[in-house]
């Protein structure tokens, strides 16, 4: 199995260069990768102390942020390194003053995350809810660089769980502690004869509360809503926007709404604006006219929310 696994992920590695042709997405996904090393020699100072997180996309980023912060004031003196997987995160986040630097992850094949964990020495690294990379996993426990995952929530249809998950479980076996959201996922973990845990929550919650404290003005959406009453339907999937879109057809509440869709590629926005047949616009159309009688708010951006 261990064979077959890095047996594709080379092989997705040699897809991307040809897959960036037909996808903007997949094109930062191969060209961001390509830098890093390069990256990471320019900027890493050996003497350094560093703390590594990872985080798939801007969504696991923002839950993380919390305890980024925490470690940020504990030790002022490491260097805090983000890495993401998702061109989502990595575009929004590559300039933020929130860490000392950001990049993305190489692809987990045996000779990056060797050459990775050279550059990096990290002394602790923190995986962000789903992220279970079994070579950087691996390669991490060889160097006994001690792995945390924090804000994870297990279910019981994941791979680990299966008959058929037993690679994937001998990789998340190799966390030092699981700081898992629920009861549910703890359980699981005492079934996979992990027990190595702690029940912290969700820290989407400790994120959601600063932000709200912080008040940040969005003066275009003020005006769009105009005191009125306003449902906002955050990082919309296909799924959710199948049972969203008729109740925003058929209400007649005087409600605005405001959706903000996970996919927000222009095929997807534009379908998405046929299917409503209420007065409609998206936030890069009322950046430009500042035109706001419309019922409904498609936001086309990415870090709004």
Same mark, same amino acid.
């Given at each position: 199995?261990?064979?077959?696994?890095?047996?594709?992920?080379?092989?997705?590695?040699?897809?991307?260069?040809?897959?960036?042709?037909?996808?903007?997405?997949?094109?930062?996904f191969y060209k961001g990768r390509r830098a890093v090393f390069a990256f990471l020699e320019k900027q890493l100072l050996s003497d350094n102390r560093r703390i590594w997180v990872h985080a798939?996309?801007?969504?696991?980023?923002?839950?993380?942020?919390?305890?980024?912060?925490?470690?940020?004031?504990?030790?002022?003196?490491?260097?805090?390194?983000?890495?993401?997987?998702?061109?989502?995160?990595?575009?929004?986040?590559k300039g933020t003053q929130e860490v000392d630097m950001v990049t993305y992850l190489p692809l987990d094949t045996q000779s990056n995350c060797s050459r990775f964990l050279d550059l990096v020495?990290? $002394?602790?690294?923190?995986?962000?809810?789903?992220?279970?990379?079994?070579?950087?996993?691996?390669?991490?426990?060889?160097?006994?660089?001690?792995?945390?995952?924090?804000?994870?929530?297990?279910?019981?249809?994941?791979?680990?769980?299966?008959?058929?998950?037993?690679?994937?479980?001998?990789?998340?076996?190799?966390f030092q502690h699981y700081f898992v959201q629920d009861q549910k996922s703890a359980t699981l973990l005492e079934h996979a004869g992990i027990r190595n845990y702690t029940i912290s929550g969700?820290?989407?919650?400790?994120?959601?509360?600063?932000?709200?404290?912080?008040?940040?003005?969005?003066?275009?959406?003020?005006?769009?809503?105009?005191?009125?009453?306003?449902?906002?339907?955050?990082?919309?999937?296909?799924?959710? $926007?199948?049972?969203?879109?008729?109740?925003?057809?058929?209400?007649?509440?005087?409600?605005?709404?405001?959706?903000?869709?996970?996919?927000?590629?222009? $095929?997807?926005?534009?379908?998405?604006?046929?299917?409503?047949?209420?007065?409609?616009?998206?936030?890069?159309?009322?950046?430009?006219?500042?035109?706001?009688?419309?019922?409904?708010?498609?936001?086309?951006?990415?870090?709004?929310?």
């Amino acid at each position: 199995m261990y064979f077959l696994y890095n047996l594709l992920v080379s092989l997705v590695g040699i897809f991307l260069v040809p897959a960036g042709f037909f996808s903007r997405k997949l094109s930062l996904f191969y060209k961001g990768r390509r830098a890093v090393f390069a990256f990471l020699e320019k900027q890493l100072l050996s003497d350094n102390r560093r703390i590594w997180v990872h985080a798939a996309s801007l969504g696991e980023y923002e839950q993380g942020l919390p305890v980024i912060k925490a470690l940020k004031s504990a030790y002022p003196n490491h260097q805090i390194l983000v890495t993401f997987f998702s061109p989502s995160g990595y575009e929004v986040k590559k300039g933020t003053q929130e860490v000392d630097m950001v990049t993305y992850l190489p692809l987990d094949t045996q000779s990056n995350c060797s050459r990775f964990l050279d550059l990096v020495q990290p $002394e602790i690294a923190i995986f962000i809810k789903y992220e279970i990379w079994p070579n950087y996993l691996r390669e991490l426990e060889k160097r006994a660089i001690p792995a945390i995952l924090i804000s994870a929530i297990f279910k019981k249809k994941q791979i680990y769980f299966k008959p058929y998950g037993g690679f994937m479980l001998k990789a998340l076996k190799k966390f030092q502690h699981y700081f898992v959201q629920d009861q549910k996922s703890a359980t699981l973990l005492e079934h996979a004869g992990i027990r190595n845990y702690t029940i912290s929550g969700d820290t989407r919650f400790d994120r959601v509360i600063e932000i709200l404290k912080q008040k940040e003005p969005l003066p275009l959406v003020a005006d769009f809503v105009q005191g009125q009453a306003c449902v906002v339907a955050g990082s919309t999937w296909p799924e959710d $926007e199948k049972i969203l879109v008729p109740y925003i057809n058929k209400t007649k509440k005087p409600i605005k709404f405001i959706l903000v869709p996970h996919d927000i590629k222009k $095929e997807h926005i534009q379908g998405l604006t046929k299917s409503i047949q209420k007065p409609v616009t998206t936030y890069s159309k009322l950046q430009a006219s500042g035109e706001t009688d419309f019922s409904v708010l498609i936001v086309d951006t990415i870090g709004l929310l």
